[in-house]
């Protein structure tokens, strides 16, 4: 349930973290979203890469937990956008309930 941030969310793990004014990196960016079309040609290369190496090392972000629930820190709706701009920020799945992705697996 979005909304029920209880002790575990993205924001009141933010508000343990170490206070600082410079958080790195851009806040409050626009997510970027490939036409299907695109998108679709990409998996394929991704799948012959994969399939062709040897090795597989795959580094991900916070923002893959987003479509689970989990707010970000910061993307347009992120925990220390909202911050910055000096409103709450948004509600969040608690990590407890958030169900993994299939980006997760």
């Not at 924001?11 to 036409?35: F, I, V």
């Not at 347009?76 to 992705?101: I, L, Q, Y």
Request: net charge positive; with cysteine.
């Amino acid at each position: 349930m979005v909304g029920t941030e209880g002790k575990y969310g993205a924001s009141s793990y933010a508000s343990r973290l170490t206070p600082r004014q410079e958080k790195g990196g851009g806040l409050g960016n626009p997510e970027h979203h490939d036409k299907e079309c695109v998108g679709a040609s990409k998996i394929v290369k991704l799948v012959e890469l994969i399939r062709n190496a040897k090795k597989c090392v795959v580094l991900t972000g916070a923002g893959i937990s987003t479509s689970a629930g989990v707010s970000d820190f910061r993307g347009p709706n992120g925990v220390w956008t909202a911050e910055k701009k000096g409103v709450a920020p948004p509600a969040s799945r608690s990590f407890d309930v958030a169900n993994p992705t299939l980006t997760h697996m």
